[in-house]
């Protein structure tokens, strides 16, 4: 009778022990409302201060220390995908394509595909997609300056052609 009642502790801690230690990915610190890779752990902390004690656990399993905080990836293009029949569903990402603001980013396409939640795709250099990013919750600035952000600045087309033609 005694084996049981050791065992059981240890049992409980190796069931919840990985949950613990384990990191969110992307995709669940976004579920929860957290950019994984703008979040530092010191704004996890402010949350108590605004009575929002019960979201600093996972605040906090979506953040990078202050002190190693990531350089901020840079990809060279993004694309936007999204469905026009769902824009009822997320106005603000409608806003944003039929806005001015995606001229500002000429590595920026956007594809319509039908049925498609929103969604930002970074690809590297040589066009193999990096990473995958969902935007439906995102309002049109919270789309610019991600864009921002993460998307190296194109140079002008002109001076990109007289630079890959040097003598």
């Given at each position: 009778m005694?084996q049981?009642?050791?065992?059981?502790?240890?049992?409980?801690?190796?069931?919840?022990?990985?949950?613990?230690?384990?990191?969110?990915?992307?995709?669940?610190?976004?579920?929860?409302?957290?950019?994984?890779?703008?979040?530092?752990?010191?704004?996890?902390?402010?949350?108590?201060?605004?009575?929002l004690?019960?979201?600093?656990?996972h605040?906090?399993?979506?953040?990078?220390?202050?002190?190693?905080?990531?350089?901020?990836?840079?990809?060279?293009?993004?694309?936007?995908?999204?469905?026009?029949?769902?824009?009822?569903?997320?106005?603000?990402?409608?806003?944003?394509?039929?806005?001015?603001?995606?001229?500002?980013f000429?590595?920026?396409?956007?594809?319509?595909?039908?049925?498609?939640?929103?969604?930002?795709?970074?690809?590297?250099k040589?066009?193999?997609?990096?990473?995958?990013?969902?935007?439906?919750?995102?309002?049109?600035?919270?789309?610019?300056?991600?864009?921002?952000?993460h998307?190296?600045?194109a140079?002008?087309?002109?001076?990109?052609?007289l630079k890959?033609?040097?003598?």
């Open positions: 005694s049981y009642h050791i065992c059981f502790p240890l049992l409980l801690i190796l069931v919840l022990a990985p949950q613990t230690l384990t990191e969110f990915t992307s995709e669940d610190c976004a579920s929860l409302g957290f950019i994984k890779a703008n979040l530092l752990c010191s704004s996890c902390d402010q949350l108590k201060d605004f009575s004690d019960q979201l600093v656990e605040c906090k399993q979506c953040c990078h220390s202050d002190d190693s905080a990531p350089k901020e990836k840079k990809y060279a293009r993004a694309i936007l995908e999204v469905c026009t029949c769902k824009f009822p569903a997320y106005p603000q990402i409608q806003a944003f394509v039929k806005s001015d603001r995606p001229a500002k000429p590595n920026l396409q956007i594809k319509y595909l039908r049925g498609l939640d929103p969604i930002i795709k970074l690809l590297d040589d066009g193999i997609v990096r990473d995958t990013v969902a935007i439906e919750k995102w309002n049109t600035d919270s789309v610019e300056e991600f864009l921002n952000t998307l190296e600045k140079e002008d087309e002109d001076r990109q052609f890959n033609n040097l003598i």
